[in-house]
């Protein structure tokens, strides 16, 4: 990757940052001030700041690290040890100018950095699919193959290197044709199937499983891909002892005509053209505490975000982890759905 790639000016805004870390895929922005470097930012600063509720629109000076860390192009060779020993994401090479001449890079795989997960995955596996019609007059939607596999398949896998191999699916619609299609594949993980007999929405399925999880577990809608660090987002849900965290993605909207806004007298007050709108949006995955279980009523229909309103009313504690725009795929409908193939087949 060209060094040019990973650096920014201080002057660019937050918004700005996000957008060059989902384009070249990385954790970590080199910041500059009139051509120097003179900072860092990562993904985890970025978080940092959106949680304490900080303006996207705000420049990045604003949160950057201006003590990085570095090493001259002498010490190049000890990169690799000086990064494993600090945990950081990546560090500049410097030349005695004191400009980044190369950029060394962390990879959890090269640097053998093993991941756990100690927790369940339940996927909503249950829906009729209707928007993705006529694929689901055939198939049920967490069957739709994306590339060689299912949608289903694909989420599973993302968990795989967690060593997570317990899976719960919460199934009714052609729920027949998910297991036979569990019990032919060859796999290393355990699927258990929940049947729902008759639907309870994105949250009533859960009451099901009482008695069967006791511990933290993962909610997700089976037609969505989350692209993020697992472990960082179940130790942030611990650590902020939430009752649920819901995973948040950033949506930019850009409206493409001129909004017109009009004053009280029927005048022109101002006009924007093509404002662009940036939101943060539920992307369908929670991090979940077993109470949210026990307590619900059996039987009863209720959606996954209406037992949240229900949990916030009792001031209950719900947090939120947000994501990159580019961290998350979702196929709820046919554009989507085409979106995430082309994608796919990008990245492999």
């Known amino acids: 990757m060209d060094v040019k790639d990973l650096l ?37 600063d970025i978080r940092r700041w959106i949680l304490r509720k ?3 629109d705000e420049k990045v000076s604003k949160i950057a690290n201006y003590q990085p860390k570095y090493l001259l192009e002498s010490e190049k ?19 005695d100018n004191k400009d980044i001449v190369s950029i060394v890079l962390w990879n959890d795989e090269e640097f053998g950095v093993k991941r756990s997960l100690d927790a369940q995955v339940v996927i909503m596996a249950g829906g009729l699919g209707t928007r993705l019609y006529p694929y689901t007059k055939i198939l049920p939607k967490p069957l739709i193959p994306i590339g060689e596999i299912p949608i289903v398949e694909h989420i599973i896998n993302r968990f795989l290197p967690y060593e997570v191999n317990q899976f719960s699916l919460i199934v009714n619609h052609k729920k027949n044709m998910i297991k036979a299609y569990f019990n032919e594949i ?15 929405g994105t949250g009533g399925g859960l009451s099901l499983l009482k008695g069967k999880i006791n511990s933290t577990f993962i909610l997700s809608n089976c037609d969505i891909l989350i692209d993020e660090d697992y472990e960082k987002i ?14 948040c993605s950033l949506k930019n909207v850009r409206i493409p005509y001129g909004v017109v806004e009009i004053s ?28 949210v279980i026990e307590e619900l009523e059996q039987d009863t229909a209720i959606g996954f975000p209406d037992i949240i309103e229900k949990y916030k009313e009792k001031g209950a504690k719900i947090g939120v982890f947000p994501i990159s725009e580019n961290s998350w795929l979702d196929m709820g409908q046919l554009d989507e759905m085409e979106e995430m193939r082309r994608r796919l087949e990008r990245d492999e």
């Open 8 to 44: 920014i000016d201080e002057n660019c805004t937050v918004l700005e940052s996000m957008r060059v870390l989902d384009r070249v895929s990385k954790k970590i922005l080199f910041v500059e001030r009139e051509g120097q470097f003179v900072a860092t930012i990562t993904n985890g």
């Open 264 to 291: 009280e007298t029927g005048q022109i007050e101002n006009i924007k053209e093509k404002p662009e709108f940036s939101f943060f949006t539920n992307t369908g995955m929670y991090i979940v505490e077993p109470q």
């Open 186 to 200: 060859k796999k290393n993980y355990e699927v258990n199937y929940i049947d729902e007999d008759i639907p309870l």
């Open 234 to 247: 179940y130790n942030h849900h611990k650590s902020e002892e939430n009752l649920i965290t819901m995973v």
């Open 77 to 95: 060779a000890m990169a690799r040890d000086y990064m494993k020993k600090n945990f950081i994401e990546g560090i500049p090479i410097l030349d």
């Open 54 to 56: 900080g303006s996207l």
